[in-house]
């Protein structure tokens, strides 16, 4: 199995412009989490799917980030517009429902907004 | 609410030395108990779990017993390696309501050779 594949690894951006992240989750999974990590505030939840509908999203920062799940097998998360603090590393994970409850992380996207 | 906490680091050892990283947790209800790690530059992958009161988890050397009168998940490792460095996460998950995992803020751990 592939494991959860998320694009692009890094992203380098200048303030204002739009961001979009994208996650293919592990074939099977049912729950579809977004983090974001930074040293300063260490692992946070952003939002949260379960069977491609948002159950979660107390965790989204602001109106600039936004996250959709058109399909079981895709996902993504837009800032716009992007500023310096949005900088960090955004994971996505993703689980199956009922089971085991073991998340299953992606490699995550560095995003440098500059 | 749920909350989990984990002792700050960096925790530093040398090679063979015994590791404790020490996890705290408050539920409401009876959680699941985990502990991840994260390579440098890698995402957080699953190193043991246990579900249930005395339970012990255990992975790679690693291991953690799940001790409900203490609230504690305590990790250790009986001889470290280079290869050990890393950031480890303490985390809970309620079999009910949101089920939505409640993570540590990390503890790092390097080991020198």
């Known amino acids: 199995d592939a494991g959860v594949i998320q694009s692009p690894r890094h992203e380098v951006t200048e303030m204002g412009q739009e961001v979009t992240l994208r996650c293919k989750p592990i074939?099977?999974?049912?729950?579809l989490f977004w983090y974001r990590q930074t040293m300063m505030r260490g692992l946070e939840l952003l939002i949260y799917?379960?069977?491609?509908?948002?159950?979660?999203d107390s965790g989204m920062p602001e109106d600039r980030f936004s996250a959709k799940m058109p399909n079981a097998s895709f996902s993504t998360l837009k800032i716009q517009p992007s500023e310096p603090r949005d900088s960090a590393v955004y994971f996505c994970?993703?689980?199956?429902?009922?089971?085991?409850?073991?998340?299953?992380f992606g490699p995550g996207t560095r995003l440098t907004v500059t | 609410g749920n909350s989990v906490t984990q002792m700050e680091g960096p925790v530093t050892l040398s090679e063979e030395a015994f590791l404790t990283i020490n996890c705290t947790y408050t539920a409401t209800g009876y959680p699941s108990l985990f502990w991840y790690v994260q390579y440098p530059g890698e995402g957080l992958q699953l190193l043991l779990k246990a579900t249930k009161a005395d339970d012990k988890g255990s992975n790679k050397g690693f291991e953690a017993t799940y001790r409900k009168e203490t609230t504690s998940f305590h990790l250790e490792k009986g001889s470290v390696q280079v290869s050990d460095s890393a950031v480890y996460f303490c985390?809970?998950?309620?079999?009910?309501?949101?089920?939505?995992?409640?993570f540590g803020r990390g503890t790092s751990l390097i080991v020198h050779p």
């Open positions: 074939s099977g999974h049912n729950s």
């Open positions: 994970a993703s689980s199956v429902l009922g089971e085991s409850y073991e998340q299953y």
């Open positions: 985390a809970l998950m309620e079999e009910r309501g949101s089920y939505i995992p409640t």
């Open positions: 799917f379960n069977n491609n509908v948002p159950i979660d």
